[in-house]
């Protein structure tokens, strides 16, 4: 399974990060490949000006193509998802997410923002192809626990709805393994 981690945060160290680690570390198991992209380690001018032919937003707009599941995290702002994802999302191909599974995960300052999932983010996704959208997993900043020097850690109860989102990932590795003519065929109609 090629699994490619999208970092939607502006800032270096966030909440988002700390949860995208954490699930893509859940998942290093069944991993054939794992990448990760933080959008804002990409040239600011490429995004804003929708430079598509820009060599970085090329290459992870490739990385997007080659991977058969996304992890996207983002801190929830004024009840959306970042703006430097978004600016970001918009450079990818129309159906650049079909046939792919696609896990949401966010942060924010409270519970009042985990609408966003379902009316700000999941709607641009499906517009961008993906139809297998996992249960997205939101956490609140009181759900973290702060370290000077390694950021943040969330608290057990996110790891285990962490966990509960990702579980159809992990059983769907293991399908493949036991019937490897399924996975096969089903990579020939994807």
């Not at 490949?33 to 820009?54: G, N, T, Y």
């Not at 060599?55 to 998802?81: C, F, G, H, M, N």
């Not at 983010?121 to 609140?140: C, N, Y």
């Not at 969330?154 to 966990?163: A, Y």
């Amino acid at each position: 399974m090629n699994i490619l981690g999208i970092q939607g945060s502006p800032s270096a160290v966030s909440r988002s990060a700390s949860l995208l680690a954490l699930a893509q570390a859940r998942l290093q198991a069944v991993a054939s490949a794992s990448k990760l992209i933080s959008v804002r380690e990409l040239p600011a001018q490429a995004l804003l000006h929708a430079q598509f032919d820009h060599p970085a937003i090329r290459r992870s707009i490739v990385d997007v193509a080659e991977a058969q599941v996304l992890l996207i995290a983002t801190p929830i702002y004024k009840a959306a998802y970042s703006g430097v994802l978004k600016a970001w999302l918009d450079l990818l191909p129309q159906d650049a997410l079909r046939g792919k599974t696609v896990l949401p995960l966010a942060t924010g300052g409270s519970v009042a923002h985990l609408l966003a999932l379902d009316y700000a983010l999941k709607p641009v996704l499906s517009a961008l192809g993906a139809r297998d959208i996992l249960d997205p997993v939101f956490a609140s900043d009181v759900q973290f626990t702060r370290h000077a020097e390694s950021g943040y850690t969330p608290l057990p109860e996110v790891g285990l709805r962490v966990d509960a989102a990702l579980q159809v990932l992990i059983d769907r590795a293991g399908e493949d393994r036991r019937h490897p003519f399924h996975r096969q065929t089903q990579q020939e109609f994807s």
